[in-house]
């Protein structure tokens, strides 16, 4: 069964920073691009981060400069390092698995973790 788990939401003041993980299975994750989606509410999921397996990144320009995607391929994870938060960063952010390039698009991920809230309030 493919499964992600996402970890590492919670409350954040802004200008302050948070790291979400992914935590996957072997089979779900060797070979595979991942990426990092976020769904604010009321709005439309939205594209954040992505990785390939080689390790190229792909980052919305919303957050570039700030957030930062890694994968350590040995342990099956995928993080997301998020600093100088914003209000507007606030949203339950997804994991998922990318299955053919296109890094950018909704419809190339097959797989979705079942997302972690992520609050920046003061």
């Given at each position: 069964?493919?499964?992600?788990?996402?970890?590492?939401?919670?409350?954040?003041?802004?200008?302050?920073?948070?790291r979400?993980?992914?935590?996957?299975?072997?089979?779900?994750?060797?070979?595979?691009?991942?990426?990092?989606?976020?769904?604010?509410?009321?709005?439309?999921?939205?594209?954040?981060?992505?990785?390939?397996?080689?390790?190229?990144?792909?980052?919305?320009?919303?957050v570039?400069?700030?957030?930062?995607?890694?994968?350590?391929?040995?342990?099956?994870?995928?993080?997301?390092?998020?600093?100088?938060?914003?209000?507007?960063?606030?949203?339950?952010?997804?994991?998922?698995?990318?299955?053919?390039?296109?890094?950018?698009?909704?419809?190339?991920?097959?797989?979705?973790?079942?997302?972690?809230?992520?609050?920046v309030s003061?």
């Open positions: 069964q493919v499964q992600l788990v996402e970890s590492g939401g919670g409350l954040v003041q802004p200008g302050g920073s948070q979400l993980s992914c935590t996957a299975s072997r089979r779900t994750f060797s070979g595979y691009g991942m990426g990092w989606f976020r769904q604010a509410p009321g709005k439309e999921r939205e594209f954040v981060a992505a990785i390939s397996w080689s390790g190229n990144t792909y980052y919305a320009d919303s570039k400069g700030r957030f930062t995607i890694s994968r350590d391929n040995a342990n099956n994870t995928v993080s997301l390092q998020m600093n100088s938060l914003k209000l507007e960063d606030a949203a339950v952010y997804y994991c998922a698995r990318n299955y053919r390039g296109n890094y950018y698009d909704f419809s190339s991920y097959d797989y979705w973790g079942q997302g972690t809230q992520v609050t003061s």
